[in-house]
């Protein structure tokens, strides 16, 4: 009779850490299935954004890489003097009075 005590409550301790293991397996995979249905969302957020880029450029020749290195280099340097110039020009509206540029 201990030996049929002993089997059942092996048998009862197994099963029990089964289905804890179980519990966790299944609280994992409700995880894994909110973070791949958040992943659908951003990738479709994404292709949607690539889709109206590829619109906007009409041939692959407008792209940097396609480009020349030196004609490269003239887009650059004219967009950051750019950039410099519309800074500049923000700064000097917000400048003080005595901090202004006279000239």
């Known amino acids: 009779m201990r030996w049929v005590l002993i089997w059942v409550s092996l048998l009862v301790v197994s099963g029990a850490y089964l289905s804890w293991r179980a519990w966790g397996l299944w609280g994992h995979v409700k995880a894994l299935g909110s973070e791949l249905a958040a992943a659908e ?13 590829g619109e906007r450029i009409g041939s692959p020749e407008q792209l940097a890489i396609f ?10 340097n004219r967009a950051k003097a750019d950039r410099r110039r519309a800074r500049r020009l923000r700064r ?12």
């Open 41 to 53: 969302r951003r990738l479709a957020e994404v292709q949607g954004q690539v889709e109206l880029l």
């Open 92 to 103: 000097a509206v917000s400048l003080p009075a005595w901090a202004k540029h006279v000239d």
């Open 67 to 76: 480009a020349g290195p030196v004609t490269a280099r003239i887009r650059r």
